[in-house]
C-alpha cells in the first residue's frame, strides 16, 4: 500500500479523515495547543486547521465529517429501471430480433443502447437486475400452445364438478402420468480444480425403460415398468393392476397422449364404468399434474447421479427408487402443496 498520505494529509480517505479533522480540533480547542503547533506535527495546512475550528464553533464535530463528492449521475436511470424490469419479466429476445429465448446482460446491454442510447457493460446490467429482486436461473418451458383459458376453467369448474362427482360416488381421486427413463441421463454437480472441468465415467450405452404411475392426495401410489413401448394393451393392463382388489371406485386424471384416449382405452373404460371414470388435464400444462413432480423425484434426486451401467442396473435401480417413493407418504403428499398442484389437494369440493 502507498504512504503517499503520510506526505500530503489530501490523499487520505475520508473516513479517516473524519477522525483526524475531530482529534485536531480537539487539541486546538479542548487542551489549548496552538494551531500552528498541531498543523506543524500532523504536516497540515494552518488554513485548514482554522477552517476546521470554525466549522466546529458554527456546528459541532458533525461539521467535521467528510463530505464525499457527489458521484456521476447514474447511467442507467430509473426510468430505465422499470423498463428493463418490465422486459425481462414479460417479453424474450426474440421480440428484439435475437435468436435466442433467453435473456443475457450482454443482450440487454446491446437493446439499451439501441433504445436509450445509453452504453453500459454487462456487470452493470446484472447488478441492477439483483437490486430489483431477479436472479441469473434455469427457466421452466411453457409451450406457446397452451390455452390460458382452459386452465381456467378447468381450476374454477371443470375439477370442482368431477370433485363432486367422486365424493357422490365415494370414488378416490389420482393423477396418472408416464415417463421415459434413460441410462445415459445424467445431471447435478461434484467438487473439481477451478478452471478444470471434473471427469466423471459413464457408460455410453442407451437403453431406455418406460413407466406408469398415478399418485392420489392422501400419499399413495402405483406403478408399472415395462421395457416396450407404451401402448393401449399396456395401459389396460396397468389400469386392471390398479383396479385389482380396489374397496372404492378410481377418478383417474391424465394427460393427452394417444393411448390414453385409444379406441381400446375408451371402451375399456366404458366397459368398467362403475370402478374407473377417466378425465383429461389441460393440454400443454403438466405442471398441473402432481404426479410430474415424482418424476423429478425419481430421475434428478436418484438415478441421474448414480453409476448405471446396464440396462439390467437401470431396472433395479428405478425400481427400487419407486419402491422408496411408494412407501415416503409425506413426500408424496408434498406433490399436491405446489402453487400449481394445491387445487388437487382437498378431499372435498
Same mark, same amino acid.
Given at each position: 500500500m502507498s504512504n503517499d498520505w503520510l506526505h500530503d494529509a489530501r490523499k487520505i480517505p475520508g473516513e479517516p479523515m473524519s477522525y483526524i479533522r475531530k482529534l485536531v480540533v480537539q487539541s486546538v480547542v479542548e487542551r489549548n495547543y496552538s494551531p500552528d503547533l498541531v498543523a506543524s506535527v500532523l504536516g497540515l495546512s494552518r488554513s485548514s486547521v482554522y %477552517?476546521?475550528? #470554525? #466549522?466546529?464553533?458554527k456546528a459541532g464535530?458533525? &461539521? @467535521?465529517?467528510?463530505?464525499d463528492a457527489p458521484g456521476a449521475e447514474p447511467r442507467i436511470t430509473a426510468k430505465i429501471d422499470t423498463w428493463l424490469k418490465s422486459v425481462v419479466l414479460s417479453e424474450n429476445p426474440? =421480440?428484439?430480433?435475437?435468436d435466442t429465448v @433467453?435473456?443475457?446482460?450482454?443482450?440487454?446491454? %446491446?437493446?439499451?443502447e439501441k433504445t436509450f442510447g445509453v452504453k453500459v457493460i454487462p456487470s452493470t446490467i446484472s447488478a441492477h437486475l439483483r437490486q430489483m429482486? @431477479? =436472479?441469473?436461473? %434455469? !427457466?421452466?418451458?411453457?409451450? #406457446?400452445?397452451?390455452? !390460458? &383459458?382452459?386452465i381456467e376453467y378447468f381450476l374454477n369448474e371443470?375439477? !370442482?364438478?368431477?370433485?363432486?362427482?367422486?365424493? #357422490?360416488?365415494?370414488?378416490?381421486? &389420482?393423477y396418472e402420468d408416464e415417463a421415459g427413463v434413460d441410462m445415459s441421463e445424467r445431471s447435478g454437480r461434484t467438487w473439481g480444480l477451478i478452471g478444470r472441468t471434473p471427469e466423471v465415467m459413464v457408460t455410453g450405452q442407451r437403453g431406455k425403460l418406460n413407466t406408469l404411475s398415478l399418485v392420489t392426495n392422501d400419499g399413495q401410489m402405483e406403478y408399472e415398468v415395462t421395457q416396450g413401448h407404451i401402448n393401449s394393451e399396456v395401459y389396460i393392463g396397468f389400469l386392471e393392476k390398479v383396479l385389482s382388489g380396489r374397496d372404492h371406485p378410481l377418478v383417474l386424471f391424465v394427460d393427452r397422449v394417444a393411448f390414453h384416449h385409444s379406441k381400446e382405452v375408451r371402451a375399456y373404460v366404458r366397459s368398467n364404468r362403475a370402478k374407473i371414470r377417466v378425465y383429461f388435464l389441460p393440454k400443454y400444462a403438466p405442471e398441473y399434474n402432481p404426479m410430474e413432480q415424482g418424476w423429478e423425484e425419481i430421475k434428478d434426486n436418484h438415478l441421474r447421479k448414480q453409476p448405471i451401467c446396464t440396462r439390467e442396473d437401470l431396472k433395479k435401480r428405478l425400481s427400487s427408487a419407486l419402491d422408496s417413493l411408494k412407501k415416503d407418504i409425506k413426500r408424496i403428499r408434498s406433490f399436491f402443496l405446489l402453487p400449481h398442484t394445491i387445487y388437487a389437494s382437498s378431499l372435498s369440493a
Open positions: %477552517e476546521w475550528v #470554525k #466549522k466546529y464553533e464535530y458533525d &461539521a @467535521l465529517n467528510t463530505q426474440t =421480440s428484439y430480433g435475437y @433467453l435473456w443475457t446482460c450482454q443482450i440487454l446491454a %446491446e437493446i439499451i429482486g @431477479l =436472479s441469473y436461473q %434455469e !427457466p421452466c418451458y411453457r409451450a #406457446k400452445e397452451r390455452d !390460458p &383459458a382452459e371443470k375439477f !370442482p364438478r368431477i370433485q363432486r362427482l367422486a365424493l #357422490k360416488i365415494g370414488a378416490d381421486i &389420482a
